[in-house]
């Protein structure tokens, strides 16, 4: 089975500065998807970024970008030039690939991070 | 092109009471996931389905807890017999190919009374 965990319940950052999320994961898979989602206080889970495992470059979204180290199973979420509108928990995610068989469909979520961004 | 239709937003039930949540996907999604979210937790699978079939349901209570996804209309996930324990946040998930291309609702947050 996997795990996710974010070791970091809550951070802040001020406006317009530079903020990392942490995530580690375990599983014994070698191809897989990770993923984080972004929950506002309307609690709609919202799509941030996705890597594929086999992938080795770094996904970016805009201020958005990943750095991923497969070897030390760590997925950290990096957000540049952060705004208000960035106050949200931050989930990490882990999906077996589509390749991989079994149950590659089902989502395993981290316990999350509480982003605040200060004016 | 509406997303992912969750209602109600919000449910209010005694315990003992059935709580029926409804779940439309994306249009041209057949493959639909319901997660359940606990306070402070993450989102937990609890069973996915295509049209009139349940693929997956690992993740749901033995008792009380079942789900649908006829031919027509929308998914529906039942609580029988709700307790205090039952309350949290449901959100239902589609995609267009199995595992590919999730989208989430809002999600309805049940709280038992």
């Known amino acids: 089975a996997q795990t996710v965990t974010q070791s970091q319940p809550e951070m802040s950052v001020q406006e317009a500065e530079t903020v990392t999320l942490s995530c580690t994961y375990d599983?014994?898979?070698?191809?897989?998807?990770l993923f984080w989602y972004k929950q506002p206080p309307s609690r709609q889970m919202i799509l941030v970024i996705r890597q594929e495992a086999y992938k080795q470059q770094n996904a970016t979204e805009n201020r958005f970008s990943v750095n991923f180290q497969k070897a030390a199973k760590s997925f950290s979420l990096k957000i540049s030039d952060s705004q208000l509108g960035d106050t949200a928990m931050y989930f990490c995610a882990f999906m077996k690939h589509a390749g991989s068989g079994g149950s590659n469909y089902k989502l395993t979520f981290g316990k999350g991070t509480l982003l605040t961004v200060n004016p | 092109n509406a997303g992912v239709m969750q209602n109600p937003r919000h449910l209010v039930r005694r315990r003992g009471q059935e709580a029926r949540l409804r779940c439309s996907p994306m249009k041209g999604h057949s493959h639909v996931y319901w997660y359940r979210q606990l306070p402070e937790e993450g989102l937990k699978f609890m069973v996915y389905l295509q049209k009139e079939n349940i693929i997956d349901e690992s993740g749901m209570p033995k008792e009380r807890f079942s789900a649908e996804f006829p031919k027509e209309g929308p998914s529906i996930l039942r609580i029988q017999q709700v307790v205090r324990g039952d309350s949290a946040a449901y959100f239902c998930?589609?995609?267009?190919?199995?595992?590919?291309?999730?989208?989430f609702g809002s999600g309805t947050r049940l709280t038992v009374v």
């Open positions: 998930a589609s995609s267009p190919k199995q595992g590919f291309g999730y989208t």
């Open positions: 599983t014994s898979e070698s191809n897989y998807y």
